[in-house]
């Protein structure tokens, strides 16, 4: 992905369609690993993200 904020924009799209996927998954993970670090921004989207899960908000959808 590449892009400034990449793991916000990804949580963005778990949010719109309320389900966190084994792709969005995997991408934030590979994001974290490439990067070696995490931005402010992407780590209070990745903390709304579990908010939202534990919330009961956001599906966690299993691999098939």
Same mark, same amino acid.
């Given at each position: 992905m590449q892009t400034k904020y990449a =793991?916000?924009?990804l949580v963005e799209?778990? $949010?719109n369609i %309320? %389900? $966190?996927t084994p792709e969005i998954e995997n991408e =934030?993970?590979?994001e974290l690993t490439a990067l070696g670090y995490i931005s /402010?921004? /992407?780590y209070e989207? $990745?903390?709304?993200l579990m908010a939202e899960m /534990?919330?009961?908000r956001i599906q966690l959808v299993a691999t098939s």
């Open positions: =793991i916000r924009q799209k778990a $949010l %309320k %389900k $966190l =934030i993970n590979y /402010d921004v /992407d989207a $990745l903390e709304l /534990d919330a009961g």
